[in-house]
């Protein structure tokens, strides 16, 4: 089970896209985020089943304090910006470095929603935003329309497979090889200290 964080302002999408990957639908009139909501959404990659346990935080600044207690445990932060308000991505840069100090070992992936209206934010400055805050990729697609979305997720599930399933081989002073696998059981909770 691989824990993941949407982060981001308010009314870049983030419950939208959390309710697309929980019901695949869209809400045309979705109330803001209080706190935090959270789902769980299976993905078959290369044959292999792996579960996201999905986290939808508040945006709105003055639930910024609360949701600082939920990137314990973080495997992957989706840093999710609206391609038609160019300041949701100017404001990202708090909460990507929020996830820095909070959830250093977390992968960091950049998610352009809204991809369905005019992007008014030219790719040099997702480029950048992207190299500065040493996301893994940059994804781009719509919450109302669903274009986009389970692809992206496919990719992001075979990135973290890739991290955290992918053995350390350390050698000891005794020129014995260990061998410690990353990946965490699904049996454990994504909460569990």
Not at 38 to 52: L, R, W
Request: net charge negative; glycine share 6%; proline share 3%.
């Amino acid at each position: 089970m691989f824990k993941v964080v949407l982060l981001g302002e308010a009314g870049v999408g983030k419950s939208s896209i959390f309710l697309r990957l929980k019901e695949n639908v869209f809400g045309e009139s979705l109330q803001p985020t209080v706190g935090i909501e959270s789902c769980s959404k299976v993905v078959k990659i290369d044959g292999q089943s792996i579960t996201f346990s999905i986290w939808d935080t508040a945006g709105a600044e003055r639930f910024k304090t609360i949701t600082r207690n939920y990137y314990r445990n973080t495997h992957a932060v989706l840093l999710v910006y609206s391609c038609d308000d160019p300041s949701s991505l100017h404001y990202l840069a708090q909460w990507a470095e929020d996830c820095s100090q909070y959830a250093p070992n977390a992968l960091k992936f950049l998610i352009g929603n809204k991809s369905d209206l005019e992007n008014l934010i030219p790719s040099e400055s997702v480029d950048n935003f992207s190299a500065a805050f040493e996301c893994e990729y940059t994804y781009l697609f719509s919450a109302k329309t669903g274009n986009g979305v389970e692809e992206s997720f496919e990719r992001i599930g075979e990135r973290l497979m890739d991290v955290f399933n992918t053995p350390l081989i350390i050698e000891s002073q005794y020129n014995d090889t260990i061998e410690i696998t990353q990946f965490q059981s699904s049996k454990r909770s994504c909460c569990q200290k």
